[in-house]
Every structure is written in C-alpha cells, then in structure tokens.
C-alpha cells in the first residue's frame, strides 16, 4: 500500500482533544463544536472554528464531517499481536492460561507466512477500532517481527514492537538463549528501528521466562541503543509475583529483578503492575518508567484491580492496554469501558471508599489518546491536534447504534457524551480512521 499525501486538505467536523491531564489543568482539552482541521502533507497544519476558516479562506473546500466527533488515534499501550487467534480462551489464572493456550498458539508464528496473515487481520482490528499506535508483542521468532513491522509499513503505522526474550519455563520450540536473543534483537533494531514510522521494544517476556543471564542481554540491548523501548510483565498475579522472588532470591521483589538488569529507564513500559510494594511505586517514580493500564485482562483472568489513583499521586505515567488475548476486545472504548469499573470496584476493598475517585470521562480519553503517547514519549509526534504533529485520527459517529443515539439525546453536556460513549461505544461508533491524513482502506 503506498502513501500519498494531499497537498492541504481540510475536514469539518466537531474536534476534541487533550493539551493536559485534565485531573492537573483545568483547562486541559480543547473541544471545536463547528471546526476545520487543515493537513498537509500528512502533518497537522492548523484547528480552528469554521467561522474563522470560512473568513480566511472563503473559496476553499473541504471534506464534512458535520456532526461526527473528530479526536486523535487512539494509543493501545500493551497489546499481543499474536495472541490474537486464542481471544477468549476460557477458564485459567495467568500462569496455567499462558502454558494452556498462549504458548501453543506462539509455537505457529515460526512459520512466517502465518505470522504474516495474523499481523494483517491484526492491524486492520485496531484500525478498525479507531487504534492508530500501539506496543507490540512479537513472538520468540525474530521472523514474526518482521512480518509485524512489514504489514505496519504498508499501513504507514506509528508501531512499536520487539521480539520476545524467552530463555526457560517456556516450551522448547520457544526458547533462545541469552546470546541468541541479544544477537537477534540487535538485528531487527538495526534493521527496523526509526525506519519510517516504526520503533523497537526489547521485550523480555517476564523475569520467570528469563534466566538472569538473558535479563541483563536485554539491559546490554538498552545501553547500546539508548532510544528503543523495554515492554514487559510486572506484578501481574500474586502466583507470578511468588514465583519470581523464588526464582530470584537474591533480589528484593519482583521489581528489584528489573532493576539488577538496568531495565528500569524512562522508555520502560511495564504491563499490569497490580500487585507492587511501596518501595516499587517509588523506583517506577524515580526512573519514570510507564505503566499499561490494562483492565479487561485483569478482570478476565481474576488477577485484580490496578491502583490508578496511587499512579496518579505519584504523577507516574500511564496508558491503557487491551491486552489482546487476555484482554477481551480490540476496543479502547470497551477497555475504558471496564477501566471505569476497576476503579469503581476498588471502593470494595478500600479501608475509607470515599477515598477512592471513580475514574472520569476527560480523563478516561486523555489516557487512550495524549496520556497514552505521554506513557511512550510519543507526545512530540502523536496525541493530539498541535500543529505540526503526525495527523492520524478518527471519526466517530455519535449515533452509530439506537441505543447510544438516546442515551447522546438526553446528554446535556459533553462530559455526559463522552462518558456514554465510554460505556456504550465499540467499533460500530468508528466511522472512519485516518493514518497520515488519509483515510484508510481496510
């Protein structure tokens, strides 16, 4: 698929987006009811009301959108390409659902042409559900990697991914060793990294399936190529939290393992972080490492409710994650959807409920959008509409099924819309998604 660009081209239609955290600035978003969006050359060139487009540009024309909602791309900040044919796989905690079904179905991606058509279907579901940049789980197989960032280049993706490192506890036909795992990252960082829209994540799949020896590969990978990513699992189930400190006594908890490998940096991403002491909090802090919010996988697989207000507190940055196949939809707004809900279910366990702050509208979409590139320090490329930013965006129709249209009709202000759309959105209210400027063509 190859990539042109529109000179300029303007899009009316009614604009949101984020400048800031909405729970810091009062005044952190900015919505356009009646706005025009000019992009050229795949960048954001300007947002302003129509009024004023119409007064300094009287003769132009433009693509209407009158009456949808145009927002940024979403961001997915944990996610497994891979894992996507075993969605919905029934019945098990963590470390009893990864041998069940997880590594069964990573054994097919040694076959590259099956990597290949699962990367495909892949990404044509995100863009279907309005996701535009996503980190990425590859399999132990460097070709599935390739196969990956192939398809994301057709697409003109901003995609992060890696190959994952895997070197015991695991199936045979996944294993490699430290050396081969070093000697294989580095290759396809060398190969794929900043090439066009595309970026690499050293991916050490936990510490249980890593042996020391391979955790600090991993860390050499980060010294020598100080811009790429660390995506991993951290505290996801008390079982692999136990598990870890067994295997790695000498270390003072799950998150000190990281640590004694020189992973923790500020191009950290850490999955799930459910179950952390309070001396963790403070080392995620101290190295602003990110945090992947990924709330329909922990409910799915019973591993509990993350702490978002802790993170919040301690101004540690955060995305959510669908974690595609635990995680049970490829939907950002179904995953706000049940975010809403771990923060809601928190008061159950909380000495003092009150204390506790239900997750809001503004910020569920800051998180899926501006939040999200924050957490992977994509916010100079990506998140919202600033001139000179990266112009993939979506366009939702507020009206796409019966039931969101009257609960939108008896909404009176746009915190109420949003948070409707939050709870009853999916890919239907998805109308068009725009990679670059251009529409995509699934």
């Known amino acids: 698929m190859s990539t042109t660009f529109a000179q300029e081209k303007h899009i009316r239609a009614s604009f949101f987006h984020f400048m800031e955290d909405p729970n810091i600035e009062s005044e952190a978003y900015q919505f356009i009811e009646h706005g025009i969006l000019t992009v050229e050359n795949g960048k954001v060139k300007s947002l302003t009301t129509f009024e004023a487009f119409q007064t300094s540009h009287p003769d132009a024309t433009f693509e209407d959108y009158s009456g949808k909602l145009i927002m940024p791309g979403f961001v997915d900040t944990h996610i497994h390409y891979p894992q996507t044919e075993m969605i919905a796989a029934h019945g098990e905690e963590l470390l009893e659902w990864l041998n069940t079904y997880t590594f069964p179905t990573e054994i097919k991606f040694k076959d590259k042409n099956h990597a290949s058509e699962v990367a495909d279907f ?99 990978l980060l010294k020598e190529f100080p811009d790429v990513y660390l995506h991993t699992h951290l505290s996801e189930n008390k079982a692999e939290v136990e598990f870890t400190k067994a295997l790695f006594p000498e270390s003072n908890g799950y998150l000190d393992v990281y640590q004694q490998a020189n992973l923790l940096q500020k191009r950290a991403v850490f999955a799930h972080a459910i179950h952390l002491e309070e001396d963790e909090w403070e080392q995620l802090k101290q190295h602003d490492c990110s945090l992947a919010f990924c709330p329909t996988s922990n409910l799915f697989l019973g591993s509990g409710l993350f702490n978002l207000q802790k993170a919040e507190e301690l101004n540690i940055r955060v995305g959510v994650g669908t974690d595609v196949g635990a995680g ?77 249209k009257l609960r939108i009709e008896n909404s009176f202000t746009l915190e109420e819309k949003l948070f409707a759309l939050q709870i009853l959105g999916d890919d239907r209210v998805i109308e068009e998604t725009f990679i670059m400027g251009n529409p995509v063509k699934l």
């Open 122 to 220: 892949f990404l044509k579901q995100l863009l279907k559900n309005g996701t535009t940049t996503a980190l990425v789980f590859g399999t132990v197989h460097p070709q599935s990697v390739d196969a990956f960032f192939e398809k994301a280049k057709q697409f003109n993706l901003r995609m992060i991914c890696g190959k994952v490192m895997m070197d015991r506890n695991a199936p045979d036909e996944l294993l490699d060793t430290a050396k081969s795992s070093y000697e294989d990252s580095k290759k396809l960082i060398e190969k794929w990294h900043k090439k066009e829209r595309l970026l690499y994540a050293v991916t050490p799949r936990f510490a249980i399936t890593s042996s020391p020896e391979q955790l600090q590969e991993a860390g050499r």
């Open 328 to 404: 049970t939809s490829f939907s950002i707004l179904q995953t706000l959807n049940e975010a809403y809900k771990v923060t809601q279910l928190r008061k159950a366990y909380a000495k003092n409920p009150s204390d506790i702050k239900p997750l809001s509208a503004l910020k569920s979409f800051y998180l899926a959008t501006l939040g999200g590139a924050k957490a992977l320090h994509l916010d100079h490329a990506i998140g919202n509409f600033e001139t000179g930013k990266e112009a993939d965006f979506i366009v939702i129709d507020w009206k796409a099924t019966d039931l969101l």
